[in-house]
């Protein structure tokens, strides 16, 4: 599932630097933001069941702050929806 999730995450960069670029319209960065929004809850629930399988205590550190980054993406995505839904 991790690999599906950032190869996602990758093809979604990139068709938001193309849409960015090319079809700037408030239409597919509204597309982009739900889209972006979901890929980030589907990121926390898997960072939140990698936590749970890991034992070590040197990695949890590192996956909370996946978790914290997944928490703050999913925030940015839901403010770029609201400011697209206002125009």
Same mark, same amino acid.
């Given at each position: 599932?991790?690999?599906?999730? /950032?190869?996602?995450?990758?093809? #979604?960069?990139?068709?938001?630097? %193309? @849409?960015? %670029?090319?079809?700037? =319209? @408030?239409? &597919?960065?509204?597309? $982009? &933001? @739900?889209?972006?929004?979901? #890929?980030?809850?589907?990121?926390?629930? !898997?960072?939140?069941?990698?936590? !749970?399988?890991?034992?070590?205590?040197?990695?949890?550190?590192? *996956?909370?702050?996946?978790? /914290?980054?997944?928490? *703050? =993406?999913?925030? $940015?995505?839901? #403010?770029?929806?609201?400011?697209? @839904?206002?125009?």
């Amino acid at each position: 599932m991790g690999k599906f999730l /950032y190869s996602t995450l990758i093809a #979604l960069i990139v068709v938001n630097v %193309l @849409s960015w %670029l090319f079809f700037h =319209n @408030s239409g &597919s960065q509204l597309a $982009l &933001s @739900s889209i972006t929004g979901v #890929l980030f809850c589907e990121f926390i629930l !898997y960072d939140i069941q990698r936590a !749970y399988r890991k034992k070590h205590a040197e990695t949890i550190p590192m *996956l909370v702050v996946n978790v /914290y980054l997944d928490i *703050l =993406n999913l925030f $940015l995505s839901v #403010l770029n929806l609201n400011a697209f @839904s206002r125009k």
